[in-house]
Each structure stands twice: as structure tokens, then as C-alpha cells.
């Protein structure tokens, strides 16, 4: 028997079966608000200003409260904050050329570290309860970050990212800060990428 079915109509069911299975395209981040319309790919050189560190209160206390997060110690916040700078400069010296100060037609990039969370038991965990078994404790860790874009004294985007790990992902977990500084890696990566194409 002759297929009576038109290409068009055939064309149509094709591509209604495709936008049924297809998944959603995932949002880059959490939070992005743009306050421009302006390409960011458009420039060509970026200044990447030096990581800041927002963190809870609780967070940045050195004495243990089981209802707070975990305390990180002042020479830990700092190492992250600047892991993080050199993973920005990374990615980004792969796209742009990178400047020393902000200015017309430098895009700005400003990162606060604004949460952090520890794979296994931080220095400053073990020294306010020294029982706690390194070897046995194991956490999701992971980082919280806030970004401004902007262009001399204009704001272009805000985003926000939260990045937690999934113990059941299969990574063995050795070091401390193991997934921070996964997480800082790969966020800088992204936030470059996001640049590039937008």
C-alpha cells in the first residue's frame, strides 16, 4: 500500500516527538539578572577584580554549634578565596585578554565567595572537637557565589550560584576541600563560558 502521509505532515511528527523527549535546557545558574541589554561577548578585555568573602557568621566562628554550618578557619577562607581567583584567571585568559584595572570597554568580573563547604572535617572542626574521625567523615561539599559583570561604574549582570556535591556521584573523597575546589573550577569555567556566548 502507497504512503499517503505528506512530507510536511511526516516533517511535523518528527519534530512534535523530538520537543516531547527532548529535556529542558538547564538555566547556566540559579540566579542571573540581567540589567543590560549589552553582548558580553562584545568585549575583549576583562579585568578579574580579587575574589571577596561574604560567609555566614557561624561559618567563620571557630567554636563548633551542631546547628551551624561547619567553622572554617580565617587561613582556609583565604586559600579558597584565592584558588578561586586563579581558576577566573584561568578560564578567562582562555577567552580574553586579561588587564590589571577596570575601566571603558573592560568587562569587570567580581566574585564573592559568599558560602563554603568542606569534604571532611576542617582544621577548625578537629580543634573544637578533637574526637571527630577524619578518616571516617565524609560531607557533600561544595561553594555559594555571588558575581557582578559590569563595565566601568555599570552593572551588566548579577548571578548568583549555589553548588552542593551528591555523595552517590561515585568520586572517592580524600582531601578536605575536595569539592570546593572542584566546584571553583568548574563555576569559573562556566561563568567564562557564559561570557563568551552571551
Do not use: H
Amino acid at each position: 500500500m502507497r504512503n499517503t502521509s505528506s512530507p510536511s505532515r511526516f516533517a511535523a511528527a518528527l519534530f512534535l516527538a523530538a520537543t516531547m523527549t527532548a529535556p529542558a535546557l538547564a538555566a547556566p545558574f540559579d540566579e542571573i539578572t540581567r540589567s543590560s541589554d549589552d553582548a558580553l561577548a562584545s568585549f575583549e578585555s576583562v579585568y578579574i577584580a580579587p575574589v571577596q568573602l561574604d560567609l555566614p557568621e557561624d561559618t567563620r566562628r571557630t567554636v563548633r554549634d551542631i546547628r551551624s554550618p561547619r567553622p572554617v578557619t580565617e587561613q582556609d577562607q583565604t586559600r579558597r578565596a584565592e584558588r578561586l581567583q586563579r581558576d577566573l584567571t584561568r578560564a578567562f585568559g582562555n577567552n580574553f585578554e586579561l588587564v590589571d584595572a577596570p575601566g571603558e570597554n573592560v568587562l569587570t568580573v567580581e566574585t564573592t565567595l559568599t558560602g563554603l563547604r568542606s569534604t571532611r572535617p576542617t582544621l577548625a572542626d578537629q580543634v573544637a572537637e578533637v574526637q571527630l574521625d577524619f578518616g571516617s567523615t565524609i560531607y557533600a561539599g561544595g561553594a555559594d557565589y555571588a558575581v557582578r559583570l559590569s563595565e566601568a561604574d555599570t552593572v551588566l549582570v548579577e548571578i548568583e550560584e549555589s553548588d552542593k556535591s551528591n555523595l552517590n556521584d561515585g568520586r572517592p573523597r580524600v582531601g578536605t576541600w575536595q569539592d570546593a575546589d572542584r566546584s571553583s573550577r568548574l563555576f569559573s569555567s562556566r561563568l567564562a563560558r557564559y561570557v563568551r556566548d552571551n
